[in-house]
């Protein structure tokens, strides 16, 4: 199907979005990874139109710096005041006639498409359908409408004997036999640019809501002569417009089902797609495994046979193959191949763990390089660090990068032994080779091949119990310990 090239796609995005009841203007709430208006200019962009316009109104600030981030080329035009979805476009191309871009003034411009910004759930093909259908027609009008089992609330297509549009009325203008017709306006549509130019002018606010209705474009052209028709929607999920958070909630699921039916058909196993989400601008590689209740968030990417969870977030992070991660919240790291992590360790930006290195359990890392082969296994921190290859950090060791003032780095060679509980107090580094003795505090560097002690020696007071924790079940315990070995009374003078 070869759809003509839009001369315009305008998004209507002026409204407020009450029922959401949020500090947010409702189109830049997110489902998949995106805001909803974020999914409307996706599918918009396949259609490859000359120009788009976002007609903003509540919330204008906010959503002009969004459409400028996601949409750089698009155009922005304020709705002051909410006067109808008929106002709202006619004042879109009133602001492009104005820069001298008017749509409309070439005889073949191709068709404008409108579209709301709150219908996340729209595809580019549906729409490609929609603008071929209506090149292919000579329709002035085409109307993207669903049968629904409840159309309450919507707008009430009225066809003609020979199955042309008639009409549109709203639900709150209809009569009780309009409103028994089950196929309803999506609120999208393609126009011939000249003549919706043409209807908007002659729009008015005699209706229900004292608003100038897009839908009353259908009746002029109808008068004029012209000719109307509707492109039903194969799936009308695809029209859902989210008007609070229930509807958010439905939309997002729709979409996790949607994606993790893609992945899976690409050689993705997902062991729980219930509880799997995967934002859309995700990468996975076949041979790639999804265990339960994981969360792949914003450009992450994971490599052939690794396998992520159960009970995983990863946000922009990269997964090597053959990589496993389980249990582990991680933002901004970058996982090499084969290496394993967790369960529960936290991966903070700026991770970067070589091939076939670990981050084993209750390990927090950040802006930290842990080299091919290196292992922190147990229980530690590791901040600001360069770890080489080949090296082992004992459990509970903690690279101590901050001063109270300031954060330092620590850099340990290749094939280091740190061991168990080292304080590494940075700026420090522990060259190729060395070791650390357990629970030492290492403040200065240690050369290539070094073992480095910090720590107090061991004293130790004999009898101590049973003299300062007298009838203690501790002081009975050691002296039925000393009476099986058959020690003599303590003898050792307390110190004190
Ligand atoms: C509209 C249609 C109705 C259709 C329904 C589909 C009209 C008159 N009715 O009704 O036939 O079934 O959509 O959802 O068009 N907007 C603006 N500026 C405005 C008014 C609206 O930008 O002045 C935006 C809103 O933010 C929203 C969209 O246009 O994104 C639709 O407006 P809304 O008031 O929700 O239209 P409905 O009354 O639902
Ligand atoms: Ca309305």
Known sequence: MTAPRPSA????????????????????????????????????????????????????????????????????????????TGHAVRIALDELALRGDDPAADPDAGPVVVLTGDTPLLTGATLTRLVAAHGESGSLVTVLTAVLPDPTGYGRVLRTDEGHVEGIVEQKDATEDQRA????????????????????????????????????????????????????????????????????????????????????????????????????????????????????????????????GPGTTLRDCEVGEDADVVHTWAELAVIGPRATVGPFTFLRPGTRLGTGAKAGAYVEIKNSEVGDGSKVPHLSYVGDATIGTGSNIGAATVFVNYDGVAKHRTVVGDDVRIGSDTMLVAPVEVGDGAYTAAGSVITDDVPPGAMAVGRARQRTIEGWVERRRPDTASARSAAAAKSRQGDPQPDVQEDS
């Open 9 to 84: 796609v305008v998004i209507l995005a002026a409204g407020e979005g009450t029922r959401m009841k949020s500090a947010t203007p409702k189109v830049l709430h997110s489902c998949a990874g995106r805001t909803l208006l974020g999914h409307v200019v996706a599918a918009a962009d396949e259609l490859d139109p000359v120009r788009l316009v976002v007609v903003v109104g509540h919330g204008r600030e906010r959503v002009t710096e969004h459409v400028a981030a996601i949409a750089p080329g698009a155009t922005v035009v304020v709705q002051a005041e909410q006067n109808g």
């Open 181 to 308: 017709i089950r196929e309803i306006n999506s609120g999208m549509y393609a126009f011939a640019a000249a003549a919706l130019r043409d209807a908007l002018t002659r729009l008015t606010t005699d209706n229900a809501q004292g608003e100038e209705y897009l839908t009353d474009v259908v009746g002029i052209v109808r008068g004029d002569g012209g000719q109307v028709d509707a492109v039903v929607v194969d799936d009308s999920d695809e029209i859902l417009g989210v008007n609070d958070r229930v509807q958010l909630a439905t939309a997002a699921a729709i979409w996790r089902d949607r994606l993790n039916d893609r992945w899976m058909r690409a050689g993705v196993s997902i062991l729980d797609p219930a509880t799997t989400w995967v934002d859309v601008d995700v990468e996975l590689a076949p041979d790639v495994t999804l265990r339960p209740s994981t969360h792949l968030v914003g450009a992450t990417t994971v490599a052939r046979g690794a396998s992520v």
